[in-house]
């Protein structure tokens, strides 16, 4: 079955950067677009990046030039870094994708940005 496993959240300082990463199992990791997305507390799930299989890189407008999508397909890994992290940065962080009619998504990985 399709399995996203996100790891690298942590509680940081304002200005400071993360790396996060989501490894899949269960699809053709280098045909999957995949996408990441956040939950502040309180408040819906929104969308940040994908990163497609063609290689393009989607962004919403207000994480461009702060957040950074990548993949490895040898490594079935989608990464996505984060600089100049704010306190409203906090959020769970969660990947995504899309496989045959379906939504799957993981469990996500918790971001503390104190001020």
């Known amino acids: 079955q399709v399995q996203l496993v996100e790891s690298g959240g942590d509680l940081v300082p304002a200005g400071g950067s993360l790396r996060l990463s989501c490894t899949a199992s269960?699809?053709?990791?280098?045909?999957?677009?995949m996408a990441w997305y956040r939950q502040a507390p309180g408040k819906q799930r929104e969308f940040l990046a994908r990163s497609s299989s063609a290689g393009r890189t989607i962004y919403a407008g207000f994480v461009r030039g702060r957040f950074t999508v990548s993949r490895d397909n040898a490594e079935r890994t989608v990464y996505l870094q984060l600089n100049s992290l704010k306190s409203e940065d906090t959020a769970t962080y969660y990947c995504?994708?899309?496989?045959?009619?379906?939504?799957?998504w993981g469990k996500g990985t918790l971001v503390t940005v104190s001020s």
């Open positions: 269960g699809i053709i990791f280098s045909n999957s677009d």
């Open positions: 995504n994708t899309f496989q045959n009619g379906m939504d799957y």
